[in-house]
């Protein structure tokens, strides 16, 4: 029995890892772009991302949607990826990062709210308090006293983090097809993502300037392992940890950033910033916590027992 639980542990402690790999590549996302990129193109850094990781992962997994799927997959694909890519560059271009930075990290109260109302699913008081501790250690690690408040770009950040955390629910809620691989289910919705970005791309910033060498390392990054490989393990996290504690793994986001910047640009942190990061990597740790259960009884029926664990299970997860 020692030994089976140690298994579970360890393979939960590997899926929290496997999916905190999403956020951490997020968060080098701004320097990349800064760095790699051409300059004052958010649209195309969004499009560039999102339709050909898309098409990739669609042409791996050679499966199309079907039945409902195809609107569920429409849905999904403007909620994570076409409406937005668009309103978080757009909301950051109007805002300090720091700030943005820290309306993104209320994602996880908006998930427990959503869960409530959609999954219904009661948070736990732990999960608001790691919500909250997030939210606060998040704010001191990425803002500064000169940080300007653009009210525009507030409504934009939180309009975008709704959205995400919206997608993320449903994304738990309806999980995907019998049979068909994550590979097929993210491409789905990165093309659809894709496919609306692009053309605003067009119509907002014109034609793209031909690229250099550093520009396509940069794009092929983000392509291949900020996108593509970043949202299967994202998804899969969703599927297998639910969706309350997936979302606390986003404060991975800022802390890498904050952590790019300092190795590669040579910034430094101040004490303040110090303890914000101690208290975001607490937070983030505390919203995951394995829930303590129940042990188990040996009953007649298992066939019911199970189906109500797996209940229980979802339930405590989120």
Same mark, same amino acid.
């Given at each position: 029995?020692?030994?089976?639980?140690?298994?579970?542990?360890?393979?939960?402690? /590997? @899926?929290?890892?496997?999916?905190?790999?999403?956020?951490?590549?997020?968060?080098?996302?701004?320097?990349?772009?800064?760095?790699?990129?051409?300059?004052?193109?958010?649209?195309?850094?969004?499009?560039?991302?999102?339709?050909?990781? &898309?098409?990739?992962?669609?042409?791996?997994?050679?499966?199309?949607?079907?039945?409902?799927?195809?609107?569920?997959?429409?849905?999904?694909?403007?909620?994570?990826?076409?409406?937005?890519?668009?309103?978080?560059?757009?909301?950051?271009?109007?805002?300090?990062? &720091?700030?943005?930075?820290?309306?993104?990290?209320?994602?996880?109260?908006?998930?427990?709210?959503?869960?409530?109302?959609?999954?219904?699913?009661?948070?736990?008081?732990?999960?608001?308090?790691?919500?909250?501790?997030?939210?606060?250690?998040?704010?001191?690690?990425?803002?500064?006293?000169?940080?300007?408040?653009?009210?525009?770009?507030?409504?934009?950040?939180?309009?975008?983090?709704?959205?995400?955390?919206? /997608?993320?629910?449903?994304?738990?809620?309806?999980?995907?097809? =019998?049979?068909?691989?994550?590979?097929?289910?993210?491409?789905?919705?990165?093309?659809?993502?894709?496919?609306?970005?692009?053309?605003?791309?067009?119509?907002? =910033?014109?034609?793209?300037?031909?690229?250099?060498?550093?520009?396509?390392?940069?794009?092929?990054?983000?392509?291949?392992?900020?996108?593509?490989?970043?949202?299967?393990?994202?998804?899969?996290?969703? =599927?297998?940890? &639910?969706? &309350?504690?997936?979302?606390?793994?986003?404060?991975?986001?800022?802390?890498?950033?904050?952590?790019?910047?300092?190795?590669?640009? /040579?910034?430094?942190?101040?004490?303040?910033?110090?303890?914000?990061?101690?208290?975001?990597?607490?937070? @983030?740790?505390?919203?995951?916590?394995?829930?303590?259960?129940?042990?188990?009884?040996?009953?007649?029926?298992?066939?019911?027992?199970?189906?109500?664990?797996?209940?229980?299970?979802?339930?405590?997860?989120?």
């Amino acid at each position: 029995m020692a030994v089976q639980g140690g298994s579970k542990g360890l393979g939960r402690l /590997g @899926m929290l890892l496997a999916t905190a790999v999403a956020p951490a590549t997020w968060g080098t996302t701004y320097l990349v772009t800064t760095e790699m990129l051409p300059a004052d193109r958010p649209l195309l850094a969004a499009g560039v991302r999102a339709l050909p990781a &898309g098409l990739i992962l669609v042409a791996l997994a050679r499966r199309l949607p079907t039945g409902v799927w195809w609107w569920r997959s429409f849905v999904l694909g403007m909620l994570n990826v076409g409406l937005f890519f668009p309103l978080i560059f757009a909301g950051a271009y109007r805002l300090p990062g &720091g700030v943005a930075a820290t309306i993104g990290a209320v994602s996880p109260l908006i998930v427990a709210g959503l869960s409530f109302l959609i999954l219904k699913v009661r948070t736990r008081p732990r999960v608001l308090l790691a919500g909250v501790g997030g939210v606060i250690g998040v704010g001191l690690l990425v803002l500064s006293s000169q940080a300007r408040i653009d009210p525009i770009g507030v409504g934009l950040m939180l309009v975008a983090t709704t959205l995400m955390a919206s /997608g993320v629910v449903m994304s738990a809620r309806w999980g995907r097809p =019998e049979g068909v691989s994550l590979l097929a289910t993210t491409g789905w919705q990165l093309t659809v993502g894709g496919m609306v970005i692009v053309p605003l791309m067009f119509a907002v =910033e014109g034609m793209p300037p031909v690229p250099t060498g550093r520009n396509l390392l940069g794009f092929g990054y983000l392509v291949l392992i900020g996108t593509a490989l970043a949202y299967v393990l994202w998804f899969r996290g969703i =599927e297998r940890l &639910g969706a &309350g504690v997936a979302s606390f793994l986003g404060l991975v986001n800022p802390v890498i950033a904050t952590l790019a910047g300092l190795i590669v640009l /040579g910034q430094t942190l101040t004490p303040l910033q110090v303890l914000g990061l101690v208290i975001a990597l607490g937070a @983030m740790v505390l919203g995951q916590r394995a829930p303590r259960r129940a042990p188990e009884v040996r009953v007649e029926a298992p066939v019911t027992i199970t189906k109500r664990t797996r209940r229980s299970e979802v339930v405590e997860a989120s």
